[in-house]
T-cell receptor
Framework: GAGVSQTPSNKVTEKGKYVELRCDPISGHTALYWYRQSLGQGPEFLIYFQGTGAADDSGLPNDRFFAVRPEGSVSTLKIQRTERGDSAVYLC???????????????FGPGTRLTVL | GQNIDQPTEMTATEGAIVQINCTYQTSGFNGLFWYQQHAGEAPTFLSYNVLDGLEEKGRFSSFLSRSKGYSYLLLKELQMKDSASYLCAVRDRVSSNTGKLIFGQGTTLQVKP
């Protein structure tokens, strides 16, 4: 079946602009994660959704970052007043449910490469 | 604090064996994961260890020692397609409630003919 998909695959924007990054998790997966990966680094946790609610947003770097998942499936990561330091690959992952996420079933999407000029 | 260390780069020869080490210091421990990531692609799950010992899965094996805060990923019979970044990730006591992963910087493995 279809895996996690993310759109757009690439996004180039100018400093100060607003961007939205979309994640379509695997159908039926209730747990959804956003990570950010800078060049040469491992992914860094941003936010976790269980269903529609953000259960852990401790990784969001500041209040310019916000994410929603209104119907418990698709999620959107929103970045206001983008800065050059926001340039990175933004990865989304989903899992069947929180308990199984404790083990090995966290499936990653291909990511959105964000470049802020 | 949390700290996960792994070598930045490694090179090995096709057909050989390579061991990628990972050391971690976290607040409690609730599982260690290895992921493979080819350039420009999504990380894909390789292995999971929560108890001490060796887990074998085909050409790949992963070892864990919780008392030493140490793991390694062993790749046998290397193939050119194994050239990728290998990510070590840990769940600590706090993150075990949410499932989030704490990643190391990744080890870029280059397999040469």
């Amino acid at each position: 079946g279809a895996g996690v998909s993310q759109t757009p695959s690439n996004k180039v924007t100018e400093k100060g602009k607003y961007v939205e990054l979309r994640c379509d998790p695997i159908s039926g997966h209730t747990a959804l994660y956003w990570y950010r990966q800078s060049l040469g680094q491992g992914p860094e946790f941003l936010i976790y959704f269980q269903g529609t609610g953000a259960a852990d947003d401790s990784g969001l770097p500041n209040d310019r970052f916000f994410a929603v998942r209104p119907e418990g499936s698709v999620s959107t990561l929103k970045i206001q007043r983008t800065e050059r330091g926001d340039s990175a690959v933004y990865l989304c992952a989903s899992s069947p449910d929180r308990d199984r996420a404790r083990y090995n079933e966290q499936f990653f999407g291909p990511g959105t490469r964000l470049t802020v000029l | 604090g949390q700290n996960i260390d792994q070598p930045t780069e490694m090179t090995a020869t096709e057909g050989a064996i390579v061991q990628i080490n990972c050391t971690y210091q976290t607040s409690g421990f609730n599982g260690l994961f290895w992921y493979q990531q080819h350039a420009g692609e999504a990380p894909t799950f390789l292995s999971y260890n929560v108890l001490d010992g060796l887990e074998e899965k085909g050409r790949f094996s992963s070892f864990l020692s919780r008392s030493k805060g140490y793991s390694y990923l062993l790749l046998k019979e290397l193939q050119m397609k194994d050239s990728a970044s290998y990510l070590c990730a840990v769940r600590d006591r706090v993150s075990s409630n949410t499932g989030k992963l704490i990643f190391g910087q990744g080890t870029t493995l280059q397999v040469k003919p």
